[in-house]
């Protein structure tokens, strides 16, 4: 339907023409950046998209005129974005025209001038217009603008997000375009809350169209000619070695060749897989791997697949050759000295934007199953590394079946059935994943960086695990509810009282008193300190009335811990007694009783003191010592 004969629409036109040649004035670059604000424009946005027809007091005309303005404005800034597509091209410098359209766009949007989408839904339609390249300059300007696109109304536009971006991933290439896919994933995340459930996959589908193709080998029937010979002397050689002579070997055949039937040395030998022994096996050789090993495919892209008890055990059977053919290809390039790292692996994560196109034209994340390519393929680390980690998440999904983890599971209140399955893992079948996935760990931790590697494989697939549980809880709502004002301030203020400096006691618990160190004391200080009291070393006797004192106590003592403090504290007296006295009276020692008689020491003075007082001498005893009893005893003999 044409709107030129429309009055309001060609009105509308003309005032946003007037606004763009405004945002020419305002930003003369033709660059993406700076984005256009609502004060380049004065109050030109509120007066254009302000309706006359607002004032009616009838609140369902009021919402009628208000739609049919939202349709005119719509309308005029489809005409305008149109005549842009079609006039210039996005290659041109001129289509900063087109950038600033959508940012006054955008305006309008946030002003409530017109829909909240229309921004969006313009887009999406420069999006479908253009090529990759011309893309991913559009997608320049959806970066730069996210911010602002999501800020308001993101109800009104994540559907129309969610829409666009998937319709560019259908057409970008994962193998050409993988940096540009990356992109748009990102942009997904960052637009979109982190507990959105928009992209969960809550019925818990996989990706079955991911199909992946490779050569069929024709197996061998029989070995060639020159074959049979070979081993043929093979086995004459190891029948010598094991004590057959030559002559036995040639009349009478090979050893073993005839046992069990007709089958000999012409028939080809069969591998067996044992978990419990994969040590012990011979690995296969390339042809006979390379269907076991792309098969695998199937059960990494559909893991039901393996609730089939058949299915399961081809599974475990090719994984088990796998790893076992990928330990062989590891130890061979150890020995050779030739096992590393790509250098285009290892320049992979410091790429930069401006080398996207090199890093696409290197890495390939659709495999090459060509037979030609496989023994090329398995000598890779890189792609030896990659195969295993879709080992590990296949081995997570199992565990998960283990009645074990199924009972963590047990009570939710609305779990999603869709990802809860029935099957239940045996408990064979959950020692050998679990061996299995120990072995892998330990083999991806080989080689250059390999410790570095696990753990970030890891790290992820442990996280993996939780957001998994939260999809089987139904995707409950992980967003808190912004705090009070009430509890803000009441945290501001605990803050505040930790942090405050405190005002410290004059005497802290515990510690001395140094009131004899101020300046006002000093004099009395430094007397005391001067005092004998504090630095002479007491006497002997001084110790006997305290040790009097302790043996009344003993004696005396009601309870048996008053008795112990008793004997304690008449111990201590008599150890430091007997320290002091065995400067001078050491020989007196062996006449105390295990310190029941301490008076034994001081024996010669209270003898010659009561002899004294008998004989009315009223002469004063000497200080205690050895010398002076000496003497004593030398004068009375004489």
């Not at 945002?23 to 004060?39: F, G, M, Q, R, V």
């Not at 999904?397 to 893992?425: Q, R």
């Not at 695990?465 to 009441?490: G, H, M, Q, S, Y």
Request: glycine share 6%.
């Amino acid at each position: 339907m044409s709107s030129d004969g429309v009055e309001a629409v060609q009105e509308l036109t003309a005032a946003i023409q007037d606004l763009l040649d405004l945002a020419h004035a305002a930003k003369p670059s033709h660059d993406i950046e700076p984005p256009l604000a609502i004060s380049d424009f004065g109050g030109d946005i509120e007066r254009i998209g302000s309706p006359k027809t607002h004032q009616s007091h009838d609140p369902v005309r009021a919402e009628r005129d208000k739609q049919a303005q939202y349709a005119a404005i719509e309308t005029a800034f489809r005409n305008l974005f149109y005549d842009l597509l079609a006039s210039i091209s996005i290659e041109d410098p001129a289509f900063v025209k087109v950038w600033n359209l959508l940012d006054i766009v955008s305006i309008f949007s946030d002003s409530e001038h017109c829909e909240p989408g229309l921004g969006l839904w313009l887009i999406e339609e420069l999006l479908d217009s253009q090529t990759i390249n011309g893309c991913r300059k559009i997608f320049d300007y959806l970066e730069s603008r996210r911010e602002r696109l999501i800020a308001k109304n993101f109800k009104q536009k994540n559907l129309i997000i969610l829409r666009s971006c998937n319709e560019l991933l259908r057409r970008l290439s994962r193998a050409e375009d993988t940096v540009f896919c990356g992109r748009v994933f990102i942009f997904l995340f960052q637009s979109f809350p982190l507990g959105d459930r928009s992209a969960v996959n809550l019925r818990g589908e996989y990706h079955l169209e991911n199909r992946t193709t490779f050569d069929i080998i024709p197996p061998k029937t029989e070995l060639p000619d020159n074959r049979m010979d070979i081993d043929k002397k093979d086995h004459v050689e190891r029948s010598m070695a094991n004590g057959h002579s030559k002559d036995d070997v040639q009349n009478h055949g090979l050893p073993g060749a005839n046992d069990g039937g007709d089958q000999g040395e012409k028939q080809i030998k069969s591998v067996t897989f044992d978990a419990k022994n994969i040590a012990a096996q011979t690995p296969l050789d390339c042809d006979t791997l390379y269907s076991i090993f792309w098969s695998l495919q199937q059960d990494f892209s559909n893991p039901t697949r393996l609730f089939a008890t058949e299915n399961f055990e081809a599974f475990k059977k090719g994984l088990e050759a796998t790893i076992f053919k990928f330990q062989e290809v590891h130890k061979e390039q150890e020995n050779r000295g030739t096992l590393k790292v790509s250098e285009d692996h290892k320049r992979g994560f410091k790429r930069s934007r401006e080398g996207d196109d090199e890093f696409a034209s290197i890495f390939n994340p659709k495999y090459l199953t060509s037979r030609d390519l496989f023994e090329l393929e398995i000598s890779d680390l890189s792609f030896r590394r990659h195969v295993l980690v879709q080992a590990l998440i296949l081995i997570d999904f199992l565990v998960s079946l283990t009645p074990k983890a199924k009972a963590k599971l047990t009570g939710l209140p609305t779990p999603n059935k869709s990802v809860l399955y029935d099957y239940t893992l045996s408990d064979d079948d959950a020692k050998w994943a679990t061996q299995t996935r120990s072995t892998v760990a330990n083999y991806l931790q080989q080689g250059p960086e390999g410790k570095f590697y696990y753990r970030m494989v890891d790290t992820v697939l442990s996280r993996d695990k939780n957001w998994v549980r939260w999809k089987a809880e139904n995707c409950p709502p992980i967003d808190r509810p912004p705090i009070t004002p009430d509890e803000f301030l009441k945290a501001k203020q605990a803050g505040e009282k930790a942090t405050a400096s405190k005002r410290l006691r004059s005497t802290p618990l515990g510690s001395l008193d140094l009131s004899f160190l101020s300046e006002s004391d000093a004099e009395k200080g430094s007397e005391r300190l001067r005092d004998p009291a504090k630095w002479a070393l007491p006497t002997p006797e001084s110790f006997l009335p305290g040790i009097a004192k302790d043996e009344e106590a003993v004696k005396t003592a009601e309870t048996d811990e008053e008795r112990q403090r008793a004997r304690d504290a008449k111990a201590s007296k008599m150890w430091r007694m007997l320290r002091i006295a065995s400067k001078s009276k050491s020989k007196l020692f062996d006449k105390i009783d295990d310190g029941n008689n301490p008076q034994a020491v001081f024996a010669p003075i209270f003898e010659h003191g009561k002899a004294e007082q008998k004989n009315g001498g009223e002469t004063k005893t000497d200080i205690i010592g050895s010398e002076s009893v000496d003497r004593r005893e030398m004068s009375r003999d004489a």
